[in-house]
């Protein structure tokens, strides 16, 4: 049996672990995804995606789960390695305090877990705060040291000089980790579920699958519809120099009813037929150097070629 | 079971003992204790019950001394059912039926040992055992190549006396894949990159004992459990003993209530709902939902909040200078935000908090909680405990008097961690400060001192025996300014303890009208010198009226 992919969310209390999550919930493109969290309080599910309640257990009508840690950690984690069928990822949010690099630990150990990444939230709303507390500064500091990419959350919440601010903070405490800012909260769940590089010890720099420049920052853009596209219009599209963009992919429904899915990174680009996929709706996702790309003008051009 | 004596309803039953300390200031001392329905009727000489008509004279305890029954106000129920596994550590330890296991060690000892329990093995059932202490341990390294040598046909894991390490057998890793290529810290290497077969902390320690389906839950619930529990309570002459972190979930409330409803239950129980993990207004709820169905065996109702980790462990949180080795800070189990809106929840619901700090800048962190919950919610007398509360210096004891903050601590440590403590955590200053009993007194806070058992072998004597000497295994005297004469010492493990569980109105010292709860001894803990309290032996107990020799 293959193991289980598993992701970590970090961050402080109200970095906005829960938003990620519920955008890798909502967008779960089929992938049946586990969430570990510590109370469903803050889930902000749709009640029609929930199918089953079941105690410590919500079912989802895409398959995905959310469980409860309750007090024991481990338990939790049995619980879901007996699951059957089991769940195809494995996303655990960790509390405002946890030291995501020994949450991980379980997911290096067991041999029906591997570790994907450790992604960990910070808001640029809080996060000199919460780095100044005396309580709390010291965790903070030690989670971004574990970190695989940091999030950014609620730029659109202050100004640029704050930004500035958390950005320096970041190179000096997450210099390796890529970032990503999350324009509204949204992030594409490719990016965040991907391998990345793992810290296997303490202050070691042994990661592989280096997948990104260090210390790079991005920004996302992401659409979901039902309307369809020319197929020459989406090749041109994959062609179309656009500044910073790192990568772009997604499935689409052409004028002529068939589906092609679509990826482009760097230079190169691909698209093949493919099934229609479930529930029957167009998405693309986009990924790029935040300084050069511009949501706004991938926006521009996707929206131009939809019919 | 201890051969019980039910007494008959109605009963006046005069007990006559060489010596009766009471821990009351009006009549500290007695030779004679009439008991009647479970309950103390008298306290005075050999015509103590006279007023009160007909008696029956027992002078079983007539060269015994007899002391209030202890409170272990910091313990867990796996102390009985964990003697379920084979014991492998370094001190004498007596079971829960009262044998005493000689320590090891040795290489050659913990094999013979071994052995001698596989025996009685079925084929391929693994074997497991605990209390392995490496600190204390003779030659190399504890790993697989011993272990091996005990068995190579079925998994074999010795839990450590921390419980946060274990070292396995060859087959036992190849149970969890472990080799080489295995990357989780935990997992211990030879210098050849392959597992030793040691395996730190529990995210290591798990995918093992998933696999040899090892539940410490298990030896913390059901009827086993509780009445192994209640066993050793009786060996170490305690008559109360809390279960400092239970998860109470209903079925385990019924498990609990029948078994300590039997007849021959010998132990007054004090479950803390454990909060961690539940929102703080279902917590409450369910506190106040568990103290109203509490009988006289079984007290529900207080609450059990963790904030950190521990010291040699170095996850507890330190204050300002840190550890001397230059670890990290350790870590919150909550956010500190999340502690302080529990604290305040509980608080206003009247709840009483147990609170786990060992490091001072968590025992901070409760108190500023406590002070802050106090402001919105002016409850008196909620006796709020720190637990363990280690670290605290004069400025928190202080803090704690003014807030009606009552600590109960870890006394035990001193010598089984004392020396680690000055070589390895927080160096000689900070050292001598911890557990500091004697500013706890001065200051006017309401102490209590534990074991924490299994963590440390349960026994009052031997906690009051530290908090007296403050010596450790290797001759040091830590913080001798600190202190306790032994009839303090003795209060801590009996009024004072009850005092933080807010029992004292029912146990914690002989007196009309409180439960007839006897620590029964062999010799006279204010007359032996104060450097061999911890040997004075044990000869049972009264709980509520009941006999239970050993």
Known sequence: MMPIPVTLIAGYLGAGKTTVVNSLLAEANGLRICVLVNDFGEIALDEDLIINRDGDTLALSNGCMCCTIGNDFYAAIDRILRLDPRPEHLVIETSGVADPFKVGQIALAEPDLSLQGIVVVVDAVNFEASLADKFLGETLKTQLASAGMVVITKTDLVNEAVVETLRSHLARLAPEAPRLVADLGRVPSDMVLEPMAIRFKRGGHDGHDHLHDHGAEYRTWAWRGDQRLKADDLEALLRLPIDGLYRLKGIVQLTDGTWRSFHRAGAQQNWQSVQPPSPKRGRAVAVGLADQFDPVELETAFSAILV | ?550
């Open chain 2, 1 to 550: 079971m201890p051969n019980s004596v039910s007494e008959i309803q109605g009963e006046t039953v005069v007990y006559a003992a060489r010596r009766i300390i009471t821990m009351e200031p009006t009549q500290p001392d007695a030779t004679h204790v009439a008991v009647r329905d479970g309950r103390i009727l008298a306290v005075g000489g050999p015509d103590v019950a006279d007023a009160w008509g007909p008696a029956r004279r027992d002078d079983r305890f007539r060269d015994a001394v007899i002391l209030p029954g202890f409170v272990e106000a910091h313990s867990h129920m796996m102390t009985g059912a964990l003697w379920d596994y084979l014991y492998c550590g370094n001190v004498d330890r007596m079971d829960p039926d009262g044998k005493v296991w000689a320590g090891i060690s040795t290489v050659e000892e913990l094999i013979d040992r071994m052995k001698t329990a596989i025996e009685a093995l079925p084929e391929g059932k693994p074997l497991y055992c605990w209390g392995f202490d490496p600190l204390f341990f003779a030659g190399e390294r504890l790993n697989r190549r011993h272990l091996d040598q005990a068995a190579i046909d079925r998994p074999i894991a010795v839990m450590h006396q921390s419980f946060h390490l274990m070292t396995v057998n060859s087959q036992a890793l190849s149970l969890a894949a472990y080799d080489s290529n295995t990357n989780a810290e935990g997992v211990v290497r030879f210098p050849d990159g392959t597992p030793s077969g040691e395996l730190q902390e529990m995210a290591a320690m798990f995918p093992i004992m998933r696999r040899l389906d090892v539940q410490m839950q298990t030896l913390a619930q059901g009827e086993h459990a509780i009445r192994q529990f209640g066993k050793a309570a009786v060996q170490t002459g305690v008559t109360t003993a809390t279960d400092l972190y239970a998860a109470l979930e209903d079925a385990e409330v019924e498990t609990l209530l029948q078994v300590t409803a039997a007849d021959d239950y010998p132990l007054r129980i004090v479950p803390a709902l454990g909060v961690i993990g539940m929102d703080p207004n279902v917590a409450a709820q369910r506190a106040l939902a568990l103290r109203a169905r509490s009988t006289d065996r079984l007290r529900m109702g207080i609450c059990k909040v963790m904030t950190d980790g521990s010291i040699q462990g170095f996850t507890a949180r330190v204050k300002w200078p840190g550890y001397i080795n230059g670890a990290a800070n350790g870590l919150w189990n909550l956010e500190p935000d999340r502690l302080k809106e529990m604290v305040r929840v509980l608080h206003a619901a009247g709840l009483n908090m147990q609170m786990h700090t060992n490091g001072d800048e968590a025992s901070e962190l409760m108190l500023d909680a406590i002070e802050e919950a106090t402001v919105l919610h002016p409850n008196s007398d909620n006796r709020h405990t720190l637990q363990h509360c280690q670290m605290a210096g004069e400025d928190q004891f202080y803090r704690m008097a003014r807030l009606g903050v009552c600590c109960n601590l870890f006394a035990n440590h001193l010598w089984y961690y004392g020396d680690a403590h000055v070589e390895f955590t927080l160096g000689r200053d900070r050292a001598a400060r911890m557990n500091a009993c004697r500013s706890a007194l001065d200051n006017g806070v309401t102490l209590a001192i534990h074991s924490d058992s299994p963590v440390t072998p349960m026994g009052p004597l031997h906690v009051a025996w530290c908090a007296v000497n403050r010596v450790t295994p290797k001759g040091r005297v830590l913080g001798p300014n600190q202190k306790l004469s032994v009839p303090e010492a003795l209060h801590a493990v009996t009024l004072g303890a009850a005092r933080t569980l807010k029992l004292d109105r029912d146990i914690g010292s002989i007196t009309p009208g409180k439960a007839a709860d006897f620590a029964v001894l062999g010799d006279d803990p204010l007359t032996v010198a104060p450097e061999a309290l911890r040997d004075i032996a044990v000869l049972g107990t009264v709980q509520a009226g009941r006999v239970f020799t050993r």
